[in-house]
T-cell receptor, first 116, second 116 residues
Framework: DSGVTQTPKHLITATGQRVTLRCSPRSGDLSVYWYQQSLDQGLQFLIQYYNGEERAKGNILERFSAQQFPDLHSELNLSSLELGDSALYFC???????????????FGPGTRLTVL | AQKITQTQPGMFVQEKEAVTLDCTYDTSDPSYGLFWYKQPSSGEMIFLIY??????QNATEGRYSLNFQKARKSANLVISASQLGDSAMYFC?????????????FGTGTQLKVEL
């Protein structure tokens, strides 16, 4: 158990809908990351938050948005869903913004999103 | 160009034997970190081992060691005394430099199957 929790575990929805994925980082971790794992694109970084602020952005679609709340939990919002958004969405956390040494990211169990 | 290349889509190894999973990387940043993660069929991402670009010695964690050859830009994972529970997908990942957050770039993975 990494200490990172994600809800829900599974989500099935229809095209055009909007969903919210939730992540609670490990106790004490200030950085939260979102990744998407799909058959087409592999594992891709989406976005990073550190202590409530957006710090790095990857291949995140405009239909997707995220935020990190004062209690450090984070939510990833996916709207106008398309079939291609079906994927495993991971949240990860680490204890710092960045660093040369260590700073490994610990991953949650993921939310499997299926868009029908 | 691919930043992380894993050329072995699948590998087989006999139980109790050692196996090497290949990873090459591409970066012009002198400061970077290399990670290996394990993803069993259950889907979670498990951190295995980390190597920093300035580390003088190869990283080791139990049965896992990282064969870091900086000049060749390779960071191969060596698993000694393979066990049936090592059967999983293995991902190599890189974090580049500082100032851009802490995002990880992943390779396409190697599916390892440990046989009796």
């Amino acid at each position: 158990d990494s200490g990172v929790t994600q809800t829900p575990k599974h989500l099935i929805t229809a095209t055009g809908q909007r969903v919210t994925l939730r992540c609670s980082p490990r106790s004490g971790d200030l950085s939260v990351y979102w990744y998407q794992q799909s058959l087409d694109q592999g594992l891709q970084f989406l976005i990073q938050y550190y202590n409530g602020e957006e710090r790095a952005k990857g291949n995140i679609l405009e239909r997707f948005s995220a935020q990190q709340f004062p209690d450090l939990h984070s939510e990833l919002n996916l709207s106008s869903l398309e079939l291609g958004d079906s994927a495993l969405y991971f949240c990860a956390s680490s204890d710092r913004l960045e660093g040369v040494t260590g700073n490994e990211q610990f991953f949650g169990p993921g939310t499997r999103l299926t868009v029908l | 160009a691919q930043k992380i290349t894993q050329t072995q889509p699948g590998m087989f190894v006999q139980e109790k034997e050692a196996v090497t999973l290949d990873c090459t990387y591409d970066t012009s940043d002198p400061s970077y970190g290399l990670f290996w993660y394990k993803q069993p069929s259950s889907g979670e991402m498990i951190f295995l081992i980390y190597q920093g670009s300035y580390d003088q010695q190869n990283a080791t964690e139990g049965r896992y060691s990282l064969n870091f050859q900086k000049a060749r830009k390779s960071a191969n994972l060596v698993i000694s005394a393979s066990q049936l529970g090592d059967s999983a997908m293995y991902f190599c990942a890189m974090r580049e430099g500082t100032g851009g957050g802490n995002k990880l770039t992943f390779g396409t993975g190697t599916q390892l199957k440990v046989e009796l």
